[in-house]
């Protein structure tokens, strides 16, 4: 209520100090932290306490949906051990609906999260301006059913990625759905995001499965991907990723099926000259899908490397990146 209603707190700390219980449904749908006028600007820290039966319905249709709707300042250290997120809503995310140049680092999220909407990440859905995800972790189920073009789901976050941001060191373990619904075209589903096109992905990856379901009878290009559905231009290459979940793109259109299914990355684009090397250490498991990267447009090379379980185990911190010597899950 206080941030709701214009207490921003900029320059103040919000710690935590014990396990918290929503009470579910019982107790009504949470009212999310912060609106787009009226933003938390603040330090979260959760310190390391559960967050438990959170539980947000939303019938009519929303913008924001999320423990915080609308963060501009830090976001740290929440645990969201269990909770329902049921959303008609463009913005829906765990943790934060839309991150406007703000940092969310060490959450982790177990809440299910399903509904109609555009975009959907099981940490935040909308981040823009410098906004940064650093090592957060999301467990939960994410199911979106689209109303729209160019959208989709992301274990991490679920923007479509126009404006400069970085996730690293974040992984994903939940399921991830989308459902194409009303002949929408273009959509996406991915364990970290659906689209980058401009900024830094890191020491990522995904243990999930993930599945696209279309209905469109044309080729609308389906997206599926561990990682990223599409790399653009002005992103930086995938770098220190890999991906072990299994892909899946359900469709009747047989041209459809497979061109953008890949175990990282569903399709990149060569549109400029600095737009040569998509990828650097990143490596699939086999079985996930046919390819790294389900289709390239241009000259460019998958470089991405194909690996059994046991050669995924072994590899080493020069070859897989620093981020993943001390992590338990990878294991």
């Known amino acids: 209520e206080s941030v709701n209603n214009g207490e921003d707190y900029t320059g103040k ?10 009470g579910g449904a019982q107790n009504g749908s949470w009212t999310p932290i912060g609106t787009k006028d009226r933003p938390f600007n603040g330090t979260y820290d959760g310190g390391e306490h559960s967050i438990k039966n959170l539980y947000i319905r939303s019938e009519e249709q929303a913008e924001t949906i999320g423990l915080f709707g609308y963060n501009t300042g830090t976001i740290k250290n929440v645990r969201i051990e269990s909770g329902i997120i049921e959303a008609n809503a463009t913005n829906v995310g765990a943790i934060c609906g839309w991150n406007k140049g703000g940092t969310i680092e060490r959450c982790l999220n177990n809440a299910t999260i399903s509904g109609k909407g555009k975009y959907f990440g099981g940490i935040c859905s909308y981040i823009e301006e410098g906004g940064l995800i650093l090592q957060c972790h999301n467990s939960g189920n994410v199911t979106l059913t689209t109303n729209g073009i160019c959208i989709g789901a992301g274990g991490i976050y679920g923007c479509r ?32 995001g659906p689209e980058f096109l401009n900024g830094i992905i890191d020491s990522c990856y995904n243990t999930g499965t993930i599945r696209m379901k279309s209905e469109y009878p044309e080729d609308n290009c389906p997206v599926s991907a561990g990682i990223v559905g599409q790399l653009g231009q002005k992103a930086s290459p995938l770098t220190n990723s890999y991906n072990v979940g299994k892909i899946i793109l359900e469709t009747d259109n047989e041209t459809g099926k497979e061109k953008r299914r890949g175990s990282l990355m569903g399709w ?13 250490k990143c490596y699939w498991l086999t079985g996930t899908a046919n390819k790294g990267i389900g289709e390239i447009i241009g000259e460019l090379t998958d470089n991405t490397e194909e690996k059994s379980a046991e050669e995924l185990r072994k590899l080493t911190e ?6 993943f010597t001390a992590d338990t899950i990878r294991n």
């Open 268 to 280: 990149v684009g060569e549109y400029g000259e600095s737009f040569t090397i998509p990828t650097s």
């Open 318 to 323: 020069n070859e897989l990146g620093e981020a």
């Open 161 to 192: 990625g126009f404006t400069n941001f970085s996730i690293k060191e974040c992984c994903n373990s939940g399921e991830i759905t989308t459902i194409e619904s009303n002949k929408d075209k273009n959509c996406r589903a991915s364990g970290i």
């Open 13 to 22: 700390i919000i710690k935590q100090t014990a396990d918290i219980d929503m």
